[in-house]
C-alpha cells in the first residue's frame, strides 16, 4: 500500500463520477450505526462498494478523506510530552510521522441504506500509528483547549 492516498481519492472521485453519483462530503462518526466493508485482500474493491451503493439505490455517497497537517501532529507531540503517562518512544514515533505531512492517510467511503450507514474505510499504516497516538493522548493526555480537527476538503 501507498504512503499516500490523494490519488486513490482521485480515483474514487472519478468512479463516483462516472457511476453518475453525487458526493456528500462528510465523515460518519464511529458512534453512528453502521457495517465496515471488507475488502479483504483486494485493494480494488472500494470499486465493488461503490457498485453495490449505485445498484441499492442509494442516492449518493458520503466521502471524506484525511491528510496529515502540521499543526495537528505538532499539538499530538506536545499533548504526548506534557502527559502524566508520557512515553519517550511515542513521543519519537509522533515526531517521525513527520515524514507523512500533507499526505492523505485516511478516505471512507459511505452510503445509507434502511437506516444503516455502509462504510468503507482506506488507510495507510503510518495514519493508523497516528491515530493510535491521538487516542492514547485523548485517553492519558488530559483536557486540551483548541484541539484542531484533521480533514482534508480539496
Not at 37 to 56: M, Q, T
Request: net charge negative; proline share 3%.
Amino acid at each position: 500500500m501507498t504512503d499516500d492516498l490523494a490519488t486513490l481519492k482521485d480515483d474514487m472521485t472519478a468512479f463516483v463520477e462516472g457511476h453518475g453519483m453525487h458526493r456528500f462530503h462528510g465523515y460518519v462518526p464511529d458512534d453512528m450505526q453502521s457495517i465496515l466493508w471488507e475488502g479483504g485482500e483486494n485493494p480494488e474493491s472500494w470499486k465493488d462498494f461503490v457498485e453495490l451503493a449505485k445498484s441499492s439505490g442509494a442516492p449518493f455517497l458520503t466521502m471524506n478523506a484525511i491528510s496529515l497537517e502540521r499543526t495537528d501532529l505538532d499539538d499530538l507531540i506536545r499533548r504526548l510530552e506534557n502527559s502524566s503517562y508520557m512515553n519517550e518512544e511515542d513521543v519519537e514515533e509522533a515526531r517521525w510521522l513527520r515524514t507523512y505531512l500533507g499526505k492523505t492517510g485516511f478516505i471512507q467511503l459511505g452510503f445509507p441504506f434502511q437506516g444503516v450507514m455502509f462504510l468503507c474505510e482506506i488507510s495507510c499504516e503510518w495514519y493508523e500509528r497516528y491515530q493510535r497516538l491521538v487516542d492514547f493522548a485523548e485517553d492519558f493526555g488530559g483536557v486540551t483547549f483548541g484541539e484542531s480537527d484533521l480533514d482534508d476538503e480539496h
